[in-house]
């Protein structure tokens, strides 16, 4: 019995210290991972010598291995987490491998294109942008140039930001103001050259839903959609002139934001249709769910500065990118997608930004699609002093409607002036307006008299900038059938091809009209008009 008890013990106690053992391992393998976030600082002497230095970095890491590229079957250089390496390079181009080395065996690397030149740099410039109000980056590029130090000037005694050719620098502002960034490019030279410019940082534009409400387009122009590996910087694809041509059928694409919380995409017949979708990347029929038919919805989150698009289908500029990644099928469009917004201060530009997955930035400016304030239907306001003409713009005294003229001239009072939102413009005079001798009537309602009788086919030209509005028609006319930019009409058979008025808006739905009927002649025609 005792044999039997002491075997039985030692049973017990080789099935304990077999679960102990098993529940360690397993506990230490779902930790298991290789390291994260694998980058280098990397400077140049500026010596004439090659001399690099190098100080890897990585999350979950034991050590580095570091190759320089300059020998073949290379023995690595081992690094510990913020050791310094040093290495001479002779000029040429090479490409540096960084290892980090996890304490479970797994590895990561990072790789980067080096240039080594004794030639002083040359033709230095940095491309600048704001992003999100207190955010700048900077990409410079300079010939025979290895390093950039990047100062943005609001520390007195700043350190500089070192990147490789190639790299963006980022930096976040704590103020508004006027900044001076500074760009020393470097290379393997004992010469260095500097750029310098002024960045304005201004506060950030509080937005609310209905800022947004409206139609909105991608901006044509290089630049305005592309991706790359942080906000502003979109190295990896970038629209260009021939990308605006080539996607003319995707630049015309329209968000619209609903004052309801309603969004939809027009795509109209074609959009740009990639692989994923079973495309070719060219111009296309739109392909289901994102053809514009989404019932969809918005929200804005002005703390995070961001916009929620709910609803199958539907995206902002970019049919495949989710916040989980890039769509490889149509299929498997998400019910939702958050964007990161930023607004210009006459909140008719909007920056969006869309990380797809870690470190992986889209980025689309789009422009508001400015409705002009004369789109629509007008008439003459039905009110004393609305119609007259007189010596000097504002002064009617020579004539001017009074409330009896509202009466007898409620033909004239009702004609509509219709300006579309294509640049055609009619006139709608019913089945009478003012007929005055010069057209065969008596100065009382009449049928219209050809060519000022509405059939024109007419456009128009608005000119904000000149404050004045081009009618072309032979025909066409704003109020004042017999007024010309040469003088007044003695029969109609004289009617111009076009006349030009001077506009000025009161409001967005009243506007003032004048026309000097003959240059310098003094006589001033002045309408105030009411849109309906």
């Known amino acids: 019995m005792k044999i039997i008890k002491n075997l039985v013990i030692c049973f017990l106690t080789v099935i304990a210290l077999n679960s102990c053992a098993d529940d360690e391992v397993s506990y230490a393998f779902n930790e298991v991972s290789a390291p994260t976030n694998v980058a280098a600082s990397f400077n140049i002497s500026n010596d004439d010598t090659g001399t690099v230095t190098l100080t890897p970095t990585a999350e979950g890491v034991t050590a580095f291995q570091v190759y320089f590229g300059d020998v073949e079957e290379e023995t690595p250089t081992d690094a510990a987490p913020g050791q310094e390496v040093s290495h001479i390079y002779e000029e040429g181009e090479y490409v540096l491998r960084?290892?980090?080395?996890?304490?479970?065996?797994?590895?990561?690397?990072?790789?980067?294109?080096?240039?080594?030149?004794?030639t002083p740099p040359s033709n230095l410039s940095a491309d600048i942008i704001v992003v999100n109000n207190y955010e700048v980056s900077v990409t410079?590029?300079?010939?025979?140039?290895t390093v950039f130090d990047v100062y943005f000037g609001e520390a007195l005694e700043e350190e500089a930001t070192t990147i490789m050719a190639g790299e963006v620098a980022t930096y976040t502002y704590a103020a508004a103001g006027d900044y001076t960034i500074r760009v020393i490019a470097k290379g393997a030279s004992a010469t260095t050259i500097e750029y310098e410019d002024t960045v304005s940082i201004s506060d950030p534009v509080s937005a609310t839903s209905e800022d947004f409400i409206g139609t909105w387009v991608l901006a044509s122009e290089a630049g305005s959609f592309g991706v790359g590996p942080a906000i502003g910087d979109v190295s990896w694809f970038s629209l260009d002139a021939?990308?605006?041509?080539?996607?003319?059928?995707?630049?015309?694409?329209?968000?619209?934001?609903?004052?309801?919380?309603?969004?939809?995409?027009?795509?109209?017949?074609?959009?740009?249709?990639?692989a994923w979708q079973g495309g070719t990347d060219a111009c296309g029929t739109p392909v289901a769910p994102h053809d514009g038919s989404a019932s969809a919805t918005y929200s804005y989150d002005d703390a995070s500065s961001s916009i929620t698009i709910t609803g199958t289908g539907a995206y902002i500029a970019l049919a495949k990118g989710t916040n989980n990644g890039e769509l490889s099928a149509p299929a498997d469009a998400p019910n939702s997608i958050t964007y990161t917004v930023s607004l210009s201060d006459d909140k008719n530009t909007m920056n969006v930004y869309l990380e797809t997955t870690e470190g992986v930035f889209w980025q689309f400016k789009l422009v508001k699609k400015v409705v002009s304030p004369i789109i629509g239907t007008w008439r003459i306001a039905s009110e004393s002093g609305s119609y007259g003409v007189g010596p000097a713009i504002g002064d009617v005294s020579w004539f001017s409607l009074d409330d009896q003229g509202i009466i007898d001239r409620a033909c004239l009072i009702d004609d509509e002036y219709i300006f579309g939102s294509d640049d055609s413009y009619s006139v709608n005079l019913g089945t009478e307006?003012?007929?005055?001798?010069?057209?065969g009537g008596s100065d009382s309602c009449g049928a219209s008299v050809a060519p000022h009788d509405?059939?024109?086919?007419?456009?128009?030209?608005?000119?904000?900038?000149?404050?004045?509005?081009?009618?072309?028609?032979?025909?066409?006319?704003?109020?004042?059938a017999k007024g010309t930019n040469t003088g007044e009409l003695a029969a109609p058979e004289d009617a111009p091809s076009s006349i030009v008025y001077n506009a000025t808006f009161i409001d967005n739905n009243t506007m003032s009209v004048v026309i000097e009927?003959?240059?310098?002649?003094?006589?001033?025609?002045?309408?105030?008009?009411?849109k309906d």
């Open 98 to 118: 960084v290892v980090a080395l996890s304490a479970s065996g797994l590895t990561s690397e990072f790789n980067r294109n080096v240039s080594i030149s004794f």
């Open 140 to 145: 410079p590029t300079a010939d025979d140039a």
């Open 242 to 274: 021939q990308g605006i041509e080539d996607r003319a059928c995707f630049i015309d694409d329209e968000y619209v934001f609903g004052s309801g919380g309603t969004f939809s995409t027009i795509l109209g017949s074609e959009t740009w249709i990639e």
């Open 433 to 439: 307006t003012w007929i005055e001798g010069w057209q």
């Open 454 to 480: 509405g059939t024109a086919s007419a456009t128009y030209a608005y000119d904000e900038s000149a404050g004045t509005i081009t009618i072309n028609g032979i025909g066409a006319y704003i109020a004042l």
């Open 517 to 530: 009927t003959g240059t310098g002649s003094g006589v001033f025609w002045q309408f105030k008009l009411v």
